[in-house]
C-alpha cells in the first residue's frame, strides 16, 4: 500500500488548505484513515482519524476547525483545514492502519509528508 500525501502550503492565518492522500495497491475504504502532523523539535501527534463507518475523530487543538473525510470512489482521503493558526505549521502525513487510534504505531502505512506552513 502506497500512501501520497499533496495540498500543503503556505497560508495566512485565518486561511484554509485541503490536504488529499491518495490511496494506491488497496482499496481506502478497508482502513481507517488518520492524518498526523509534526513540528520541528517536536514529536509527531494525532490530528484527526475517520473509521471504516465514517465516525471521525479528532484532536481538541483542532476540532472545529479541521475536517476529515474520505472518497471511496476516488481512493482518497481529505483533510479540510480552515481557520487555520501558525501554531499549525507543522509537515503533515496521511496513514492509514486497521484500527482508529491516536497512536501512530497504530498505523502501517505512511505518505511521505506535506508541508503547511500559516504565516501570523
Known amino acids: 500500500v502506497q500512501l501520497q500525501a499533496s495540498g500543503g502550503g503556505l497560508v495566512q492565518a485565518g486561511g484554509s488548505l485541503r490536504l488529499s492522500c491518495a490511496v494506491f495497491g488497496r482499496t481506502v475504504r478497508n482502513y481507517v484513515m488518520g492524518w498526523f502532523r509534526q513540528a520541528p523539535g517536536k514529536e509527531r501527534e494525532f490530528v484527526a482519524a475517520i473509521n471504516l463507518s465514517g465516525n471521525t475523530f479528532y484532536a481538541d487543538s483542532v476540532k472545529g476547525r479541521f475536517t476529515i473525510s474520505r472518497d471511496n470512489a476516488k481512493n482518497t482521503g481529505y483533510l479540510q483545514m480552515n481557520s487555520l493558526k501558525p501554531e499549525d505549521t507543522a509537515v503533515y502525513y496521511c496513514?492509514?492502519?486497521?484500527?482508529?487510534?491516536?497512536?501512530?504505531?497504530?498505523?502501517?502505512?505512511w505518505g511521505q509528508g506535506t508541508q503547511v506552513t500559516v504565516s501570523s
Open positions: 496513514a492509514a492502519g486497521p484500527m482508529v487510534g491516536r497512536q501512530p504505531d497504530l498505523y502501517n502505512y
